[in-house]
């Protein structure tokens, strides 16, 4: 079994104390997100686990708690993203120059093959140019060549939530010629530094470019971190285009402090808020508490 840890929420940044007790515990409660009464109890147990994968923008609260975590036998990676954009699109992170460094110092804990860098989304608008984007990608290469082998990218998905957003000219669509120049130029500037470029769910063919769409949790990337061959299916319920294996996601939407105006996962300020105020790092959910009346589905 994969766990995914999440796609929904950052868990290292904010909820890795509490990850942590989940391991401790063997076993995490999850609810389903289209059913909430659909409860499930999936064991974490380093035998039912073949591979963790961690999505973050700052894994620096979960770094002291690795070794504990590797003492305990388990296999993981992680989907690191890190993009030039200040506190106007993504509000609450630090500095990202300090965020750099705490990639290069993961790195240097686990090794490059197990941190895959996003580069996700990229975002258009009067400041954020495609210039601004080749520079600071090209910084970004140097900074971490050596610290990682495999760098993926998207471009923004303009879904209705962020109509808001589009009309104060915050994001703007993304035209098929920028996507294409933009590829073209990240794909020579990433080999130049020795990092392989992928995209991540994109309808546009970047083959031409050397760009091959990405499985975020891969067959491959697994079987090397946890050394040994992995039955895999894919993913039904990711969206079109998604390459990735089958896994158990145990985050809860509309608990992301980071505050990134392009979110899928969260549908307020308000709503992340009261989530967050009914958050233990005790419980065996993630947000809230479960009755032991609900019925629960063993994973």
Not at 14 to 20: A, K, R, V
Not at 29 to 57: G, Y
Not at 188 to 193: D, F, G, K
Request: with cysteine.
């Amino acid at each position: 079994m994969i766990i995914s840890a999440s796609r929904r929420t950052d868990i290292p940044a904010y909820y890795s104390q509490w990850f942590l007790n989940r391991l401790k515990a063997g076993y995490v409660i999850t609810r389903n997100p289209m059913n909430p009464k659909q409860v499930s109890r999936i064991s974490l147990s380093p035998e039912a686990v073949d591979c963790i994968v961690f999505w973050t923008k700052d894994p620096m609260p979960m770094m002291d708690k690795l070794p504990e975590i590797d003492s305990m036998g388990y296999s993981y990676y992680f989907q690191f993203t890190l993009t030039p954009y200040g506190r106007d699109i993504e509000r609450n992170l630090r500095e990202k120059e300090e965020i750099l460094r705490t990639f290069q110092q993961l790195s240097g804990l686990l090794g490059k093959e197990r941190i895959v860098w996003r580069y996700d989304p990229i975002v258009l608008n009067a400041s954020l140019t495609i210039p601004y984007h080749l520079q600071h990608f090209e910084r970004m290469c140097g900074a971490l060549s050596g610290y990682t082998s495999q760098c993926t990218i998207s471009f923004v998905d303009l879904y209705s939530k962020l109509s808001k957003i589009i009309k104060k000219n915050i994001i703007r669509e993304i035209g098929t010629e920028e996507m294409l120049e933009i590829a073209e130029r990240f794909s020579s500037i990433a080999q130049r530094y020795g990092i392989e470029l992928r995209s991540c769910s994109e309808k546009l063919d970047l083959s031409q470019f050397n760009i091959l769409p990405a499985a975020c949790i891969d067959k491959t990337k697994v079987e090397e971190v946890c050394g040994h061959p992995i039955t895999w299916s894919r993913d039904r319920n990711q969206r079109p285009g998604c390459g990735c294996m089958k896994s158990v996601d145990i985050g809860v939407y509309n608990t992301c402090r980071n505050g990134c105006i392009y979110c899928y996962a969260n549908h307020s300020d308000a709503s992340i808020e009261k989530n967050c105020k009914r958050h233990d790092n005790k419980s065996d959910i993630l947000i809230g508490t479960i009755s032991y009346e609900e019925s629960m589905k063993k994973l």
